[in-house]
């Protein structure tokens, strides 16, 4: 056991919360497609690593809950995400097809971002807005804000992320 | 400021003492000496007068200190000059300084009515310096945690002020993130610095996704093996255990006993795996 030894002394801190949540809908994922893993061709890997990926901004996200805009941006994101996938689950049959037109969306969706920012911000600014979720709508002074919060939850899911997989992988 | 105007309203209106002491006078002085008393009475009334004379003439002068040149009474309450203004209105007859202090007091009202309006008034009219004097002291309660240090050539509009105030707050958190992001303090320059945090954040994204890669792989593997798709005993139990582990030094304390830890566990686990059937 090392998380134990690890783990800070304060109770309901943001890297518990983050570790339950996480392990949880790590979980789930396995939970959900036991036997895709059989046939696992490189597409339907990548697939399930972004799963899992998602999975970690997602529960960090809900750890901090939903007091800061970054958060708040990545979990309605997901939302939407998700929303848009059931939606097309209803659709079509063939994954591929659903794949396609997902990744249109997301393209549509940025270049129109990408407008709005060339507008009102300048180099770094913009490329930092990119970068932290929610950035778009933030002027500097509150991006700045968000990045600090955000480099340190990232931090800490990195630390909590290794962790587990060097737990796992003993 | 006219001497005469001045002692009109002091025998008529401003100092009834003087009247009542002439009236007294010859009532308690003797029968002989009435004309004295009267004269008396003259002359206390015109001592009246005279004092009351130095006393409008302070006031005026408080009126022009606080109308014509209070630099140094900048931080006053606008509560205390209104109150002198209106002193100055009620004890002097004097035209000129009512109408001062009329359009003080309309000033007054007008800024507290619409704040930021009467700023801009202000500084467009440069003129009027009594509006300016008025809308400057109240600007620091509105946003307390502005430091205003105005220092010598800087502008002090509120404008610029604010602008002042957002560039501070912004090299503040700079600062805080210089201090976040490992070997960002030798670095100079605000561009630089954002680069520097830009690699960061990315790095740490990289990361997050190397390692979902790396415990997706985990997962799946731990997925194949038919002894723990059967069984939920040993090492699927690793995991949630390893939740639970890092609970337990967390919010053990807080509300799980030794005792209910193992049976909320069970429960959790069960739930794990009725949701996906």
């Not at chain 2, 309203?9 to 009834?16: E, G, H, M, R, V």
């Not at chain 2, 409008?56 to 040149?69: H, L, N, P």
Request: net charge positive.
């Amino acid at each position: 056991m090392k998380n134990p030894q690890r783990s800070p002394t304060n109770p309901g801190s943001l890297r518990s919360r983050f570790t339950q949540v996480f392990l949880q809908s790590l979980l789930r994922i396995r939970k959900h497609n036991p036997t895709s893993s059989s046939s696992s061709s490189h597409g339907e890997f990548l697939k399930r690593c972004r799963r899992v990926k998602v999975a970690a901004y997602v529960s960090m996200a809900r750890a901090v809950g939903t007091r800061r805009a970054w958060s708040r941006a990545t979990l309605w994101r997901a939302r939407n995400g998700e929303r848009q996938r059931n939606l097309l689950y209803g659709r079509c049959s063939k994954s591929n097809s659903r794949e396609r037109s997902l990744g249109k969306r997301k393209r549509k969706k940025k270049k129109k971002k990408k407008r709005d920012n060339e507008e009102h911000s300048f180099g770094h600014a913009k490329k930092l807005q990119k970068l932290v979720p929610g950035g778009e709508a933030m002027d500097f002074c509150c991006l700045l804000d968000e990045t600090a919060h955000y480099i340190k939850c990232l931090i800490t899911q990195v630390k909590v992320m290794r962790s587990i997989a060097d737990f796992y992988s003993l | 400021m006219d001497p005469p105007i001045v002692n009109e309203s002091s025998f008529s209106a401003a100092n009834p003492s003087s009247y009542s002491l002439a009236e007294i006078w010859p009532f308690n002085g003797e029968p002989g000496n009435g004309g004295l008393g009267l004269r008396m009475g003259n002359l206390s009334g015109f001592l009246d007068g005279q004092m009351n004379r130095d006393g409008s003439a302070e006031v005026s002068t408080v009126t022009e200190q606080s109308g014509g040149g209070g630099i140094g009474r900048k931080r006053k309450d606008v509560s205390s000059e209104d109150e002198s203004s209106k002193m100055v209105s009620t004890s002097s007859a004097d035209d000129l300084n009512m109408s001062n202090g009329k359009r003080i007091k309309s000033l007054v009202s007008r800024h507290d009515n619409g704040g930021s309006r009467a700023e801009g008034e202000s500084s467009s009219a440069a003129g009027d310096k009594q509006a300016g004097q008025i809308a400057k002291p109240s600007e620091p309660p509105k946003k307390d945690y502005i430091h205003v240090r105005a220092r010598r050539g800087q502008a002090t509009d509120s404008h610029s002020l604010a602008e002042r105030a957002r560039r501070e707050k912004i090299s503040e958190r700079m600062k805080f993130l210089q201090d976040l992001v490992p070997g960002c303090n030798k670095v100079i320059g605000k561009a630089l610095i954002l680069d520097e945090i830009i690699n960061y954040i990315q790095s740490l994204q990289n990361q997050v996704e190397f390692l979902s890669m790396k415990l997706e792989a985990v997962n799946s593997r731990m997925n194949i093996d038919p002894t723990i798709d059967g069984f939920p005993a040993k090492d699927l139990g690793g995991q949630p255990f390893d939740a639970t582990g890092v609970m337990h030094a967390s919010q053990a304390a807080r509300q799980y006993s030794q005792g209910s830890q193992s049976e909320w566990l069970h429960m959790q686990l069960g739930g794990g795996f009725e949701r996906p059937m």
